[in-house]
C-alpha cells in the first residue's frame, strides 16, 4: 500500500506541475497550492478541486489527440479511483459530447478508418470494452461510486412520467431518482460508472447533430457504429458466456460488480411483476438482487439503456393506451390528488397528454443503428440450445444468461419497437429514405435470418419454407406483421411506384411476406386472437390486470390451442390496450387496400413502359451530334414526376422486374387471381388508346376548358397520365437553354429585331407573292405550322387574336452549340482537304440553298396535295 501511495504522489507532481504551467493567466498562480489547502480547512464540507482534472483539460487544447489518449491511459493505470472519481464525468463528456449537443466530443459518428486511420485506431482502442475507458469505469464500480445524471435530457415520455413523480415502467430508473424536496425541476438520476457511461454514449446518437459536409458519410464505416456493434458482441455474446470485469490493477481481484437494479431474478422473467407497472416515486424500494444475476447485471444494463434511449420515443398518450387498468387509476388518482391539493380544477386529460408530446424524428443514422441493435438480437436470442429453446424445459439450474436470451426481445425490446416503428410510419417522408425504416422492420419480422441453422440452408437456391419452430415468435409479435403491414399499404398507395426505388420498397416487403408458410401462421395467429373467450374466472382476471407480460410460464395449463390464444390476445391487448379495434390482415377491408395497391402496380408498369417508348422514340429521333451532347431537349413531353429520366433505360427494366414480381407475390399472399385484376384494371381506366400513349388524365369539360378531377390531380401526381403540353408562345422568347449561350442568343435576338424593325414591309411583300420567290421567302420567314397551331388556354387564344404574326428572320440557331459545333467540324474537315476558310463558307452558303430550294418545292408540292 505504501508502494502504491508513493507511486501515485510521484505522478501527481508532474501533473500539478503542469496545471499550474497552464492555468490561464488570469487565475492566481498561489491558488493552485495554497488556496485548496485553506479553504479545506475553512470549510471541511466543500471538496478540493481535482489538480488531475485541471491538467487534463490543459492538455486537451495544447495537445495533439494521440497524446492525450496516452496520458488518459496512464492516468487510468496508475491512479486511484479517488482521484479518477473528480475527472470521470469530464471525461465521458469529452468523448461524447454534452447532452445539450453544444460540444461535438470525439465526434465518433463521422470518425472513419479510411479518412482518418491514425486517430480512428487510437480512439477504438480507447473505448474498446477491454480497452483503457472500460478499466475506468470497473475502477469507479468498485468503489460504488455514483454520478448525477439530469433527467431533463431523457426521452420525453421517461422525462414526463418522472416529473410527475410516477415511476416508469423500466428497472433501469428504480431506485435511482433524486429530487429536491419542491420538485419539479432539478431532477436528477443517481447513476453508478457503468450506467452513467452507456447513457452518454447512447444519448449521443440522438443528441449530438452531424456537421455541415458529413451528409455522405457510410453510417456503417464510423467508429460509433462499430462501436456499438462491438458492445452488442461483448456484453451479448452469441457463443460462451459474457466475459468478466477486467481486473483494476494487475494481478488483484476483480472489482465486485454493482447490484442490479432492483428487480425479480431472471428465473421469472415470464411472470408479471410490479415493475411493470408505474408507481410513484415515493414507493422505490430496495430488492436484493439474485446472487446468481451478477453475471449478466452488465447485459441487462446495456441492453435497457439502448432501448430505453434509443427506442422509447412517442408520445404519453400512445404510451398511457399500453398501461393496465390498474396503472391508468393509480395515474389518475395520484392526478386528482395532486390538482385537490393545488385548489385548482384538473386538466382534462387530453389536454394533460397534449402537453407532454415529444416532437421526434428520428434520423436515418438512428434507424440504421436500431437496426444492428435487432439483428444482434435475434443472432443472441437464437443462440440458445435446442434444449433450452421449449419453457417445459426451464429449470433453476438454468444459467442466467440463458434465461436473459429467452427474455431479451419480448420482455425489454417488443413494447417500445412497436411504438417506434408505429411512430416512423406515420411521420417519415414519403420519399426513398423509408428504406432504412422498412429493413429494420423486415429485419425484425425474420428472426430466421439470423439462426445458426441460416447457413445451412444459404446453399439451397430456392426459397425454403418458414419453420413451425418460428409459429410461437409469429404469434407473440402479431401486431408487427399486421397493423404494420396495413400501415405500409397505406403509405405505398401515395407514393410514386414508377420510381424506382419506390418500386423495391413495394418488392422488398412482398417478398418478405410471401415466404412460404409465414402467411400461414399470420393467418393461424389472426383466428387465435379473434377466436371466443373461454370463461374461466382466473385466467380472465390475469388476462385484463397484467397485460403486458410474456407467456413463457403458460406451458404448465393443459389446453395448447387455449394457450396460444391467451398469448396472442395478451401480445395485442398490452400493445394497443383493451379496446382496440383489429383489422385482420387477410380481411375485407386489408384486401381492399391490396387490390388498390394492385392497380397502382399495373399503372405504374404501362407508366413506365410509356416513358421508355417515348425515351426510345426521342433517342432514335436524333441526329449524329446529339450523342455528343449538344442536342436540345425535349421541353413539351416528358413525366418530371419521377427519376426514370435520370436513370436510363436500365431503371425502366428494374422498375417493371420489381412491379412485376411484387405483384405476382401480392397475389400470391391473398390469393388475387387475373380476371380479378384485369377487371379492376379496366374500371380505372388504365387500358391503353390505339396509338399506345396514355390517355388524358380524369377531367370534366367546363366553361373555360378541361376541369381536373380529384382523380385527375392524382393521377397527374403520380405520373399515371399527363396532358400533352406544348409552347405556343412566341418562339424568338422562349427561355435560354442550357445548349445555348445565353450571350450569343441575346446579341442574335436584338439584330434579328433590328432587321425585322427595318425590312417588316419588304418581307411582307415578298412573301406574299405567288411566285417561287414567294414560297422561297415564306420557308424561311414564317414558323411552320403556326397557322395549324390550335391553341388550348382562353388567355392564349385572346393574346394570339389581339397579336398576329408577321413575317420575320430568327438567327437564335446560330447561337446553339449544337450549330457552332457542326461548323467548327466542317471547317476542320475542308481543312483537310486542303479548303481554306472562305471557300469552305461559300460551300455551305451554296449546299444551304439547294437544301432550302428542294425543302420549298416539297412544302408546296405537299399543300397542294392537303388542297
Not at 411493470?276 to 438482487?289: D, F, G
Not at 439451397?460 to 415468435?473: G, K, N
Amino acid at each position: 500500500m505504501t508502494t502504491f501511495r508513493r507511486r501515485a504522489a510521484e505522478w501527481r507532481s508532474p501533473f500539478l506541475r503542469r496545471a499550474t504551467l497552464w492555468v490561464p493567466q488570469w487565475f492566481p498562480k498561489v491558488a493552485v497550492f495554497n488556496v485548496p489547502q485553506e479553504a479545506a480547512m475553512a470549510f471541511p464540507h466543500l471538496q478540493q478541486p481535482s489538480f488531475l482534472l485541471a491538467s487534463l483539460k490543459a492538455d486537451s487544447v495544447n495537445k495533439p489527440f494521440a497524446q492525450r489518449c496516452q496520458d488518459l491511459v496512464k492516468v487510468i493505470e496508475d491512479f486511484p479511483a479517488k482521484e479518477l472519481h473528480a475527472i470521470f464525468p469530464w471525461l465521458v463528456e469529452s468523448i461524447f459530447g454534452s447532452l445539450d449537443g453544444v460540444l461535438v466530443g470525439w465526434n465518433l459518428r463521422c470518425l472513419q478508418g479510411r479518412v482518418s486511420p491514425v486517430e480512428y485506431s487510437i480512439a477504438m482502442e480507447f473505448l474498446d470494452p477491454g480497452g483503457p475507458m472500460m478499466k475506468l469505469v470497473y475502477k469507479l464500480q468498485a468503489e460504488d461510486y455514483k454520478f448525477d445524471f439530469p433527467v431533463s435530457y431523457l426521452p420525453g415520455p421517461v422525462k414526463a412520467s418522472i416529473q410527475e413523480r410516477v415511476l416508469p415502467d423500466s428497472p433501469l430508473y428504480h431506485n435511482k431518482v433524486q429530487f429536491p424536496p419542491t420538485g419539479g425541476l432539478g431532477l436528477n438520476l443517481a447513476l453508478n460508472p457503468f450506467e452513467y457511461y452507456m447513457f452518454f454514449f447512447a444519448l449521443s446518437l440522438i443528441t449530438q447533430k452531424p456537421l455541415p459536409g458529413t451528409l455522405h458519410i457510410r453510417t456503417s464505416d464510423c467508429a460509433y457504429f462499430i462501436l456499438v456493434d462491438r458492445y452488442l458482441s461483448w456484453f451479448l455474446p452469441t457463443e460462451g458466456s459474457v466475459l468478466p470485469a477486467l481486473s483494476s490493477s494487475p494481478g488483484g481481484p476483480n472489482p465486485s460488480p454493482a447490484p442490479r437494479t432492483p428487480t425479480m431474478p431472471f428465473a421469472s422473467y415470464g411472470l408479471h411483476h410490479t415493475s411493470l407497472l408505474k408507481r410513484h416515486i415515493s414507493h422505490q424500494t430496495s430488492v436484493n438482487a439474485d446472487p446468481a444475476s451478477h453475471e449478466i447485471w452488465r447485459s441487462e444494463t446495456l441492453l435497457q439503456v439502448f432501448v430505453e434511449m434509443w427506442l422509447h420515443h412517442y408520445s404519453l398518450e400512445m404510451y398511457q393506451k399500453m398501461q393496465s387498468p390498474h396503472a391508468k387509476l393509480e395515474v389518475l388518482h395520484y392526478r386528482l390528488s395532486v390538482s385537490s391539493a393545488l385548489h385548482s380544477p384538473a386538466q382534462p386529460s387530453l389536454q394533460a397528454l397534449h402537453a407532454y408530446q415529444e416532437s421526434f424524428t428520428p434520423t436515418e443514422e438512428h434507424v440504421l443503428v436500431v437496426r444492428l441493435l435487432l439483428k444482434h438480437l435475434h443472432a443472441f436470442s437464437n443462440s440458445l440450445k435446442p434444449e433450452q429453446v421449449s419453457p417445459s424445459t426451464h429449470s433453476h439450474a438454468t444459467s442466467p444468461l440463458e434465461e436473459f436470451k429467452r427474455a431479451a426481445v419480448p420482455r425489454f425490446v417488443q413494447q417500445k419497437l412497436y411504438l417506434f416503428l408505429q411512430h416512423c410510419f406515420g411521420h417519415w417522408p414519403l420519399d426513398a429514405s423509408f428504406r432504412a425504416v422498412l429493413e429494420m422492420w423486415l429485419s425484425y419480422l425474420q428472426p430466421w435470418r439470423y439462426a445458426p441453422e441460416k447457413q445451412a440452408q444459404s446453399s439451397d437456391c430456392q426459397a425454403r419454407c418458414v419453420s413451425e419452430r418460428w409459429a410461437p415468435f409469429v404469434q407473440e409479435n402479431l401486431l408487427m406483421y399486421t397493423k404494420l403491414f396495413v400501415g405500409f399499404l397505406s403509405r405505398a398507395l401515395r407514393t410514386d411506384l414508377v420510381s424506382p426505388k419506390n418500386a423495391l420498397m413495394v418488392f422488398r416487403v412482398a417478398k418478405v411476406f410471401a415466404q412460404p408458410n409465414l402467411a400461414e401462421m399470420i393467418q393461424k395467429g389472426e383466428q387465435l386472437f379473434l377466436e371466443p373467450e373461454l370463461v374461466i374466472p382466473h385466467r380472465q382476471h390475469r388476462l385484463f390486470t397484467a397485460p403486458t407480460f410474456t407467456g413463457s410460464f403458460l406451458s404448465s395449463w393443459p389446453p395448447a390451442v387455449t394457450d396460444a390464444s391467451f398469448k396472442v390476445k395478451s401480445h395485442v391487448y398490452s400493445l394497443e390496450g383493451q379496446d382496440c379495434k383489429y383489422t385482420p390482415m387477410f380481411g375485407p377491408e386489408v384486401r381492399t387496400l391490396v387490390l388498390r395497391l394492385a392497380q397502382l402496380i399495373t399503372q405504374a408498369k404501362q407508366t413506365a413502359k410509356s416513358i421508355s417508348d417515348q425515351c426510345g422514340e426521342s433517342t432514335a429521333g436524333r441526329p449524329f451530334l446529339s450523342w455528343l451532347g449538344f442536342c436540345s431537349t425535349d421541353t413539351n413531353g416528358s413525366y418530371a414526376a419521377n427519376d426514370l429520366d435520370e436513370m436510363g433505360q436500365d431503371s425502366v427494366r428494374k422498375t417493371d422486374e420489381y412491379l412485376e414480381k411484387a405483384l405476382e407475390y401480392l397475389c400470391q399472399m391473398f390469393r388475387l387471381s387475373e380476371a380479378q385484376l384485369t377487371q379492376l384494371t379496366l374500371a380505372l381506366g388504365t387500358t391503353q388508346d390505339e396509338n399506345g400513349k396514355k390517355q388524358l388524365p380524369d377531367c370534366v369539360v367546363g366553361e373555360d376548358g378541361l376541369i381536373l378531377t380529384p382523380l385527375g390531380r392524382y393521377q397527374i401526381i403520380n405520373g399515371l397520365r399527363r396532358f400533352d403540353i406544348e409552347y405556343q408562345g412566341d418562339s424568338e422568347l422562349q427561355p435560354i437553354r442550357s445548349y445555348e449561350i445565353a450571350s450569343l442568343v441575346r446579341v442574335l435576338f436584338r439584330l434579328s429585331s433590328a432587321i425585322n424593325r427595318r425590312f417588316a414591309g419588304p418581307m411582307a411583300a415578298l412573301c406574299s407573292r405567288a411566285d417561287f420567290l414567294g414560297s422561297f421567302c415564306r420557308y424561311h420567314l414564317t414558323e411552320p405550322g403556326l397557322a395549324d397551331r390550335h391553341l388550348l388556354s382562353p388567355v392564349a387564344r385572346g393574346c394570339a387574336a389581339r397579336r398576329p404574326r408577321g413575317p420575320r428572320l430568327s438567327l437564335r440557331f446560330l447561337g446553339s452549340y449544337r450549330t457552332l459545333l457542326s461548323l467548327l467540324l466542317a471547317f476542320f474537315v475542308a481543312s483537310l482537304f486542303c479548303i481554306g476558310p472562305l471557300p469552305c463558307a461559300l460551300l455551305l452558303v451554296l449546299g444551304y440553298l439547294l437544301y432550302a430550294v428542294a425543302m420549298t418545292l416539297l412544302t408546296e408540292r405537299s399543300k397542294l396535295h392537303h388542297l
